[in-house]
């Protein structure tokens, strides 16, 4: 028996290095290996150690990973595009105008030297006038036409237990940092990052005219009120469960909820009707309440300014712009220099203006075969999904029967939207940024409100086409793979079937599975919030999902710094269903097709993981790791593949792996769902 596995593992080996080394596999490089590092200790070592060397993280980047290069050969497609419409520049509202002109007002950087804090003024001066709390309503409302933020969050969605009609939804709001943990905890690198928020603070204050004392107290003031926010704030852990943050009410118990903000006036100022709405968080809500009293009016004042600045930080003068990136990407994700001002004005329109730029990205980059060939693979991985569901041991036929409803009646988008939204009435202008950014997110506003009583758009996009990223949508029960993905390493058209399995199979896979994570698993197959478990059905897929929490709640990426199981548990299960899936897939695939064989010493099998692992090659810096475990539902890319890998008997196959090896997890702690 051991002789065995040695001679095996040998075997692979002399195939490697001997027989084929000048064998390529299409569409994987043999140079990201780490061949020093054997794959049944630590698989994303040895597939992805030669890619790390080879790509060490640029200054103006805090992870940089495959995902990283295609995102920014995308960057530069986009650009191209921009500088066209320069070239070519339509009438007032055409794409072209939006785009070109939108782009100048973020290039003139002496236009906006010169403006200084001016575009601002208006808001300015709004905040002034405000006299007590009573007149938060009107002005929350006001705010939310802009675009502009506010403690209470507003907008027009999905009604989750009736998946066809939309319905107003209130959620906290009104933090500076990315999470409420950093306010509150006590670890040394809370508090590092508390002391250099306060500096923060303090130095804009001072831009914006305070003299060192007064932008001191300003700072404290500002802080305060976040901290208190932060305390009644939702943990993103409880965030992630439906059932907490659905809370139907009706206007008059809206309003008990919080008598001293008057949702009569906030609605007529917003010009809704609506006699019921759900509250995403109820005790935030009825805690915000009394702090609105609570605190006197001019440390709102101040407060209000500051997230004003905040919101616009990157846009105005240089020294605004310096101080923001040295905390927000120095201090919070240790990137040490600034990107070029294109490559920012890049990023920016293509954030405000995605649609528009995306139906020119498409018609460019988009080969419309990739669509036939990508419903194939979504096909087969369906068909991959029902046999595992009905070969599953631990779930009721009851249960099989509702999964398989509610597989056959997932939906799908690929590439682009059909229906595109129409920006042609956005005011941009060429030389004022400010004023571009706050159209946008008028008409984005526009866009949200006007849903209410209209019948759910289930045509609609939740990203752009040139987005390198997928999702499921669990009310439309429907995965979406936007064109940006579409491509290497991801997927190659002219790749090797095995890889692109692993890879784009994987996503896909992974995108099918969040509709029975633990969260989307609650959803039926029409998309509402609505349990079609058996009682026993649910308890032991809670016990699996459980071992899966404790095997990430053990990873440290860094001393003291652990992934928490509970934040990322959707998207491990996706990653250990979307690897399970894909592998079925590809199966499915040779059964029909044929074509097996080994390439550069490596079985179908093994490329196919292989593939997976090369998607998520990367460095990143210790701050950015921090931040991510905090606030990142998706664990760190080592683990995204070791992890769901050491589970899996199809990984342990392919890679002899045996027990007592580190990707090997045995029988009582392996998590086994899908
Ligand atoms: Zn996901």
């Known amino acids: 028996m051991y002789l065995t596995i040695i001679i095996t593992i040998l075997g692979i080996a002399n195939s490697i290095t001997a027989q084929n080394q000048n064998e390529k596999i299409p569409g994987f490089d043999l140079n990201n290996l780490d061949r020093s590092v054997s794959p049944t200790k630590d698989f994303f070592q040895f597939a992805t150690g030669g890619w790390q060397k080879a790509n060490p993280i640029p200054e103006t980047e805090s992870r940089w990973g495959s995902f990283n290069i295609l995102y920014e050969n995308g960057q530069k497609k986009i650009k191209e595009i921009i500088l066209n419409t320069l070239k070519n520049k339509g009438p007032k509202g055409s794409d072209s105008q939006l785009i070109g002109d939108f782009y100048l007002s973020a290039m003139d950087s002496l236009g906006i030297e010169k403006a200084g804090l001016e575009p601002l003024a208006p808001m300015l001066k709004r905040i002034e006038e405000l006299r007590s709390y009573k007149d938060f309503p009107e002005f929350f409302a006001e705010n939310r036409k802009n675009g502009l933020g506010s403690p209470i969050g507003f907008y027009i969605g999905t ?26 905890k006590d670890d040394d690198r809370f508090k590092k990052i508390r002391a250099a928020y306060m500096e923060h603070l303090e130095k804009m204050f001072q831009l914006m005219g305070d003299d060192q004392k007064t932008a001191i107290k300003h700072a ?8 208190k926010l932060a305390q009644v704030s939702m943990s993103r852990i409880d965030k992630r469960r439906p059932e907490l943050t659905y809370n139907k009410k009706s206007i008059s118990e809206l309003n008990q909820l919080t008598p001293n903000f008057n949702w009569n006036k906030y609605f007529s100022s917003l010009g809704i009707k609506t006699d019921k709405i759900i509250v995403s968080q109820v005790d935030f809500l009825k805690a915000t309440n009394n702090i609105f009293k609570e605190t ?25 712009v310096q101080q923001d990136f040295d905390f927000n990407s120095r201090v919070l994700r240790g990137v040490t220099q600034m990107k070029s001002r294109e490559k920012r004005a890049v990023r920016l329109v293509n954030s405000k203006l995605g649609q528009p730029l995306g139906r020119l990205f498409v018609a460019k980059y988009f080969p419309e075969s990739s669509k036939k060939e990508v419903e194939e693979l979504i096909e087969n991985l369906r068909a991959a999904y029902i046999d595992r569901v009905k070969q599953l041991d631990w779930m009721s036929a009851e249960t099989k029967q509702k999964a398989i409803e509610k597989l056959k009646a997932f939906t799908y988008k ?5 229906k595109w939204k129409d920006y042609s009435n956005v005011d941009i202008v060429p030389n004022s940024v400010a004023h571009n950014i706050m159209a946008v997110g008028k008409w984005q506003a526009e866009d949200n409100l006007s849903k209410l009583g209209k019948p759910v758009d289930k045509t609609e996009w939740g990203m752009t086409p040139q987005t390198v990223n997928a999702y499921y949508n669990p009310v439309n029960n429907e995965v979406v793979f936007p064109a940006g993905i579409l491509q290497p390493p991801f997927y190659d058209p002219n790749g090797d079937v095995a890889i ?41 897929f809670d016990a699996k999902t459980k071992i899966v929490v404790d095997q990430f709640d053990k990873y440290e990426p860094l001393p ?17 269903g979307g690897l399970t899936l894909g592998y079925y897939a590809l199966q499915k695939y040779y059964k029909k097709n044929g074509g097996r064989k080994n390439i550069a010493g490596f079985t179908p099998e093994q490329r196919f993981y292989l593939g997976w692992a090369q998607v998520w090659a990367s460095n990143t810096r210790p701050e950015y790791v921090k931040q991510q475990v905090t606030t990142d539902p998706h664990s760190p890319s080592q683990y995204r593949v070791n992890g769901p890998m050491s589970n899996l008997e199809e990984f342990w196959n392919a890679w002899n792996v045996k027990p007592g090896d580190k990707m090997y997890r045995g029988d009582n702690l392996q998590a086994k769902i899908w």
């Open 560 to 576: 003291d710094v652990f992934v928490q199981g509970k934040l990322t548990l959707g998207e491990n299960i996706a990653d250990l």
């Open 414 to 418: 690929i590439g682009y939207p059909d």
């Open 159 to 184: 009604d989750k237990k009736d998946s066809n009609t939309y319905i107003a939804y209130t959620s906290q709001s009104g933090l500076s940092l990315p999470d409420k943990d950093y306010y509150l």
């Open 296 to 320: 006197p009016i001019d440390q709102w004042k101040t407060y209000y300014k500051w997230h004003l600045i905040d919101g616009f930080a990157s846009w105005l003068p240089y020294q605004f």
């Open 500 to 540: 692109n399995y692993g890879a784009i199979g994987g996503v896909i896979g992974h995108e099918f599975s969040h509709g029975f994570d633990d969260s989307g698993s609650k959803y039926d197959k029409d998309g509402n919030l609505n349990n079609w478990w058996t009682k026993e059905d649910r308890e032991k």
């Open 220 to 227: 404290n003031e500002v802080f305060e009120i976040e901290k």
